[in-house]
Nanobody, 125 residues
Framework: QVQLVESGGGSVQAGGSLSLSCAASGGTFSNYDMGWFRQAPGKEREVVAA????????YYADSVKGRFTTSRDNAKNTGYLQMNSLKPEDTAVYYCAARPRWRQDDPRTSVYDYWGQGTQVTVSA
C-alpha cells in the first residue's frame, strides 16, 4: 500500500507560479499511475492532471491546459505539478492520488486507490 504526501502549496498572486510535490512511500512508485485533483469550497473534487506510470501519457483538464504541467521522477518516488499563470479560480485544496498501473485506466477517469492529505493553494487577485 502506498502512502502519499503533498507539499508546496501556499499563497500567490494571480499570474504567479507554484510547484507541488507528491512524495510516495510504502510501495514501488513506478507501479502506479498518478493523478492530481483539486477541490474548492462548495464544489466537487475535479481532476486536474494525470500521468501514467512511466510519464509518457499525460492528461490535463481544459481549465489548466497550457498552464499546468505534471511530471514524475520514479527514482525519487515523487510526482510533481508545476502551476504557472495562476488564476484566483485555481484556489483549492490540491490532492495527489495513485492507482495500480496494471488497471490501465483511462487518464481522464477519477477512480484512484490512494490519496494524499491535500495542500492548500490560494491565488489572490
Amino acid at each position: 500500500q502506498v502512502q502519499l504526501v503533498e507539499s508546496g502549496g501556499g499563497s500567490v498572486q494571480a499570474g504567479g507560479s507554484l510547484s507541488l510535490s507528491c512524495a510516495a512511500s510504502g510501495g514501488t512508485f513506478s507501479n502506479y499511475d498518478m493523478g492530481w485533483f483539486r477541490q474548492a469550497p462548495g464544489k466537487e473534487r475535479e481532476v486536474v492532471a494525470a500521468i501514467n506510470w512511466i510519464g509518457r501519457i499525460t492528461y490535463y483538464a481544459d481549465s489548466v491546459k497550457g498552464r499546468f504541467t505534471t511530471s514524475r521522477d520514479n527514482a525519487k518516488n515523487t510526482g510533481y505539478l508545476q502551476m504557472n499563470s495562476l488564476k484566483p479560480e485555481d484556489t483549492a485544496v490540491y490532492y495527489c492520488a495513485a492507482r495500480p498501473r496494471w488497471r490501465q485506466d483511462d487518464p481522464r477517469t477519477s477512480v484512484y486507490d490512494y490519496w494524499g492529505q491535500g495542500t492548500q493553494v490560494t491565488v489572490s487577485a
